[in-house]
């Protein structure tokens, strides 16, 4: 079946580190490819997106490209703020086949930033 | 606007109670759901209602009753819970359009069986 595999956290970094968060797939099909932000006692918020293969979401200084031929969708970040600790989910979602509601979500990687 | 509001934010129940979830959103999206998502564990779907039928049931137990009264809300009625039921319950929804299958998830209810 689908899945969505995320690097284990959690992740520690000091302030203006450059973040990367591996997150790979299997799915069939050409699914929809997101990252959600969690922030502690808050619900998931839509960091970004990518609906076919090569597309870049990019949100807040986050970037992500859908890469088909290696089934990835890294989150990359120049420059880490303290605000953005948080846990970060990636998923996908099937583009076809009724399956409204089917996102898949990976682990969740907890990102920790320093001062 | 991409706000899904959920009611109550907290909510504390012991077992015999019967209490509600409530969520609303004014988005015009067909679809909305219900997720549990536990301590350090990503988001479960619970149910999925599409054009305001029940479309999905991950076999989640009888206890939790959703209903979905019009297009716009969305509600979780409980019954007779158990301590392990403790959790964030999570309100999402969609526009299940073709280029926009991002679901937007509201604020949550944290709820305690007691």
């Known amino acids: 079946g689908d899945s969505v595999t995320q690097m284990e956290g959690p992740v520690t970094l000091s302030e203006e580190a450059f973040l990367t968060i591996n997150c790979t797939y299997t799915?069939?099909?050409?699914?929809?490819l997101f990252w959600y932000v969690q922030y502690p006692g808050e619900g998931l918020q839509l960091l970004l997106k990518?609906?076919?293969?090569?597309d870049k979401g990019s949100n807040k200084g986050f970037e992500a490209t859908y890469r088909k031929e290696t089934t990835s969708f890294h989150l990359e970040k120049g420059s880490v703020q303290v605000s953005d600790s948080a846990v970060y989910f990636c998923?996908?979602?099937?583009?076809?086949?009724?399956?409204?509601?089917?996102?898949?979500f990976g682990k969740g990687t907890k990102l920790s930033v320093k001062p | 606007d991409t706000e899904v509001t959920q009611t109550p934010k907290h909510l504390v129940m012991g077992m015999t109670n019967k209490k509600s979830l409530k969520c609303e959103q004014h988005m015009g999206h067909r679809a909305m759901y219900w997720y549990k998502q536990k301590a350090k564990k990503p988001p479960e779907l619970m149910f999925v209602?599409?054009?305001?039928?029940?479309?999905i049931n991950e076999s989640v137990p009888s206890r939790f009753s959703p209903e979905c009264p019009n297009s716009s809300l969305l509600n979780l009625h409980l019954h007779a819970l158990q301590p392990e039921d403790s959790a964030l319950y999570l309100c999402?929804?969609?526009?299940?359009?073709?280029?926009?299958?991002?679901?937007?998830f509201g604020q949550g209810t944290r709820l305690t069986v007691v």
């Open positions: 999402a929804s969609s526009q299940e359009a073709q280029g926009y299958p991002e679901a937007f």
């Open positions: 799915a069939t099909g050409y699914p929809s």
């Open positions: 209602y599409s054009y305001e039928k029940l479309s």
């Open positions: 998923a996908l979602k099937r583009n076809y086949g009724g399956s409204q509601g089917n996102l898949i």
């Open positions: 990518a609906t076919k293969a090569d």
